[in-house]
């Protein structure tokens, strides 16, 4: 609303045609406009939401076949590798996992065939968290490969997002080495996108830079470094006990910490360039609309 009495001397001054109006504030439009701005006070009303779930809070029937196929059918596969080729096979193991990461992926497309754009896109993503780890290989554990993960399981749904990162695993580790830890980082790695995704479905994750940031780093810290550090036992031929674990646990930590601050740096600097990078191509071309 505008000032009345402000409004008023403006009137009487331009109607009369006065050359020197006493004191008539020309600018009260712009300080009405101020005042019917409502003020933030809380911390997340300054965060812009860079996408919102189409269908929120519904899970398709896919996605909870898909928490069967990677919740026990993968781990099964990397405890059949321990116990019957003694972890010697892990090229093996790790090629099975990538092969069934790719199942519910090809599970969205429902009856159409996948564009060769839509592959394309998320092979780029996989592309740019291998690119980022070995551009930051100097630095070690400051990788921004679970940054990217997360995007893609936000941006295309839990499926895509489990399979950048068990892909994005086994390819970089052709230059950081293969070994009997790959088909344990694909799958810690998968289950970061793969839960990014369920959880921005569900409207529990938000595509702000706070929540990002936060999910990151507590995926980061306790899935990937909660999987990685038994794995770690497992392959040193370590008894599994109490003790052990919470030795390797504690060991593990700086580590750990280190690859979540990453993830979180690299989400606050990448998530907003490259959410609405993508939203746009998927809107534009029609990319894996849910």
């Known amino acids: 609303m505008l000032r009345e009495d402000k409004l008023d001397t403006f009137l009487d001054a331009f109607l009369e045609g006065r050359e020197n109006p006493p004191k008539v ?40 076949a898909s928490v069967f196929l990677i919740l026990i059918l993968i781990p099964v596969i990397i405890f059949g590798g321990i116990r019957y080729w003694d972890d010697r096979k892990y090229l093996k193991v790790s090629l099975a996992i990538a092969f069934l990461s790719t199942v519910p992926f090809f599970m969205v497309f429902e009856g159409r065939k996948p564009q060769t754009k839509e592959l394309l896109t998320i092979s780029v993503l996989a ?34 997002g489990f399979m950048v990162g068990a892909v994005s695993m086994l390819a970089s580790n052709m230059l950081f080495g293969q070994g009997p830890w790959t088909p344990w980082q694909m799958f810690a790695m998968g289950i970061i996108g793969f839960l990014a995704g369920i959880l921005f479905q569900k409207g529990w994750l938000k595509a702000r830079k706070g929540s990002l940031c936060i999910y990151g ?19 040193m031929s370590y008894a599994i006990t109490k003790k052990n674990l919470l030795a390797i646990y504690i060991s593990g930590l ?11 740096t690299f989400l606050f600097l990448a998530a907003r360039p490259m959410i609405e990078k993508l939203e746009r191509i998927k809107i534009k071309y029609g990319m894996i609309q849910e």
């Not at 600018?27 to 939401?49: L, V």
């Not at 929120?56 to 996605?63: A, D, I, M, S």
């Not at 700086?254 to 979180?264: E, K, Q």
């Open 127 to 160: 592309a740019i968290a291998v690119a980022g780890r070995a551009a930051f290989f100097m630095v070690p554990s400051f990788k921004p490969v679970a940054a990217v993960v997360i995007i893609s399981g936000v941006c295309f749904g839990a499926e895509a």
């Open 217 to 235: 780093f507590l995926a980061t810290l306790f899935i990937y470094g909660g999987i990685m550090n038994p794995a770690s036992l497992v392959m």
């Open 254 to 264: 700086p580590v750990d910490f280190v690859h979540a601050s990453a993830t979180v």
């Open 25 to 64: 504030d020309l600018d009260f439009w712009e300080e009405a406009e101020k005042i019917r701005q409502p003020e933030k006070e809380r911390f997340w009303d300054y965060q812009e939401i860079l996408t919102a779930p189409k269908g929120k809070g519904k899970l398709p029937p896919r996605t909870i």
